[in-house]
């Protein structure tokens, strides 16, 4: 397979296209065109706002969540509750249950699961910085908000035995979600019946 | 090749697209079986139920792959255990996982071992007891067994009876060595001529039961695995850790 480098500019975007999930040759090509056919200034936006998500996006210095500044817009709102904590695998589940309404609280995310097959282990996430979260003191509950498969178990054991000793209060989403599930793809329904069912471990 | 049903045991699973998954699994009656699974990932579709994750036994219709030609299709899976008090113990995690990494890694795909498979089962079933939790030795003990079946089914189990070069009875030999290269126990003298080898430990040299020093038998069957497989498992390290193993590596 060519990489396209050296290609003409529609076979270059076509090959770029490509690498993009869930896109095959056949749809890379019609979004090629469709690009191509559209008004200058429509496809420069798409560019400039690929360049800007590179450029202007960064994890928050707090939480991890994806942020424009210092701060990500949650954890600069004073009106959050600063005192209940959900912790989440990746900005994706995040923003799922942040659709629910429901999370008066802030975030934090660990920017990954632990998987002891595929190596990534608990001091490859952001385990300690949640820990000096709780360290300063302002922390009353940490809601564990991993997924409900093997990897999100094995990331909240972990937790737990980070958090051990602390005085904070754990809790779990309840299991409404179906096991192996992926809180990415869950529904506001069930988010909202897992959140409020939560547990103390 | 055609549709077959059979059971099976989640081994790897790996996203695959937006909807899909790549899932391998050991099957009883067919080996390992490396399958694209379309739609897993969304929702939780009734030819899934309820829905699929790693160190699950199901019910499973599937198709293989022709030898070489990549992914079979899995078409339906029915969870039969998902072996919940596993998941409730990190100990159990990681002996759960270092037994299917080591599956994994001795064996291929189109080569069926009934007796693997039955032997994976037993082990995630007794690791998933009720009531008495097992102690970190009753797991390592677990895992121990089950390595040591592994190694049997695919022609890698050492001889620790005897020096597997000169012969001399393991009662005769002092400071007994194990190499894996060699495929077992070596006298000093035999070591002395083997490149690779490292002390066996006393209680496994003398042939104590794993019973009695289970963490010293994890480590000279991790080791002896790490040379078959020519890396050492990423669950190796924690579950040395958990065994209380002297971690020599
Ligand atoms: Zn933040
Ligand atoms: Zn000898």
Redesign the interface.
Same mark, same amino acid.
């Given at each position: 397979m060519s990489d396209g480098r050296g290609a003409g500019p529609l076979q270059r975007l076509i090959e770029e296209l490509k690498r993009l %999930? +869930?896109i095959g040759a056949r749809s890379a090509e019609r979004i090629a065109f469709h690009v191509l056919k559209s008004p200058r200034e429509e496809a420069i936006g798409l560019a400039q706002a690929i360049r800007d998500i590179k450029d202007n996006i960064r994890p928050c210095a707090r939480c991890f969540n994806l942020a424009e500044g210092e701060l990500c817009h949650i954890c600069a709102d004073p009106r959050r509750d600063a005192g209940l904590v959900v912790v989440v695998e990746q900005p994706k589940d995040l923003i799922s249950l942040e659709a629910t309404g429901l999370i008066t609280g802030v975030y934090h995310v660990l920017m990954g699961a632990v998987s %002891? /097959? &595929? +190596?990534v282990?608990p001091q490859d996430l952001t385990i300690a910085a949640l820990r000096d979260r709780v360290a300063k003191g302002d922390v009353r509950e940490i809601v564990l908000a991993t997924n409900p498969?093997? =990897?999100g &178990? *094995?990331t909240a /054991?972990?937790l737990m =035995?980070a958090l051990e000793g602390t005085a904070v209060k754990v809790t779990r989403l309840a299991r409404g979600l *179906?096991? +192996? *599930?992926?809180i990415e793809?869950a529904n506001r329904h069930m988010l909202e019946e897992a959140f409020r069912g939560r547990h103390a471990l | 090749m055609s549709f077959v049903i059979d059971v099976g045991i989640v081994l790897r699973l790996s996203d695959y697209s937006e909807t899909s998954q790549i899932v391998t699994l050991l099957t009883r009656g067919h080996g390992v079986a490396r399958l694209l699974a379309k739609g897993t990932r969304r929702t939780t579709k009734d030819r899934f139920m309820p829905g699929l994750d790693l160190l699950e036994l199901g019910e499973t219709r599937f198709k293989l792959a022709r030898p070489d030609a990549g992914l079979g299709t899995l078409a339906e899976w029915k969870q039969q255990s998902a072996y919940p008090r596993i998941r409730s113990d990190l100990a159990r995690v990681y002996a759960a996982t270092y037994a299917t990494e080591a599956t994994l890694a001795t064996t291929t795909e189109h080569d069926p071992h009934p007796a693997l498979f039955d032997a994976l089962a037993a082990l995630l079933q007794t690791l998933d007891i009720a009531g008495e939790p097992l102690t970190p030795d009753g797991v390592t003990i677990e895992l121990v067994r089950f390595v040591s079946e592994l190694l049997r089914e695919v022609g890698f189990m050492p001889t620790m009876r005897a020096c597997v070069v000169c012969g001399k009875p393991r009662t005769a030999i002092a400071n007994a060595r194990f190499s894996s290269s060699r495929g077992g126990l070596l006298c000093v003298a035999c070591a002395a001529e083997t490149p690779e080898s490292r002390p066996a430990p006393e209680a496994v040299a003398r042939g104590g039961r794993v019973g009695e020093a289970p963490a010293a038998w994890l480590e000279i069957l991790d080791y002896h695995l790490t040379r078959v497989i020519g890396r050492p498992l990423r669950a190796s390290r924690q579950m040395l850790r958990f065994a209380g193993a002297a971690d020599k590596m």
């Open positions: %999930p +869930g %002891p /097959l &595929d +190596g282990r498969n093997l =990897e &178990d *094995a /054991l972990h =035995e *179906a096991p +192996g *599930a992926q793809y | -």
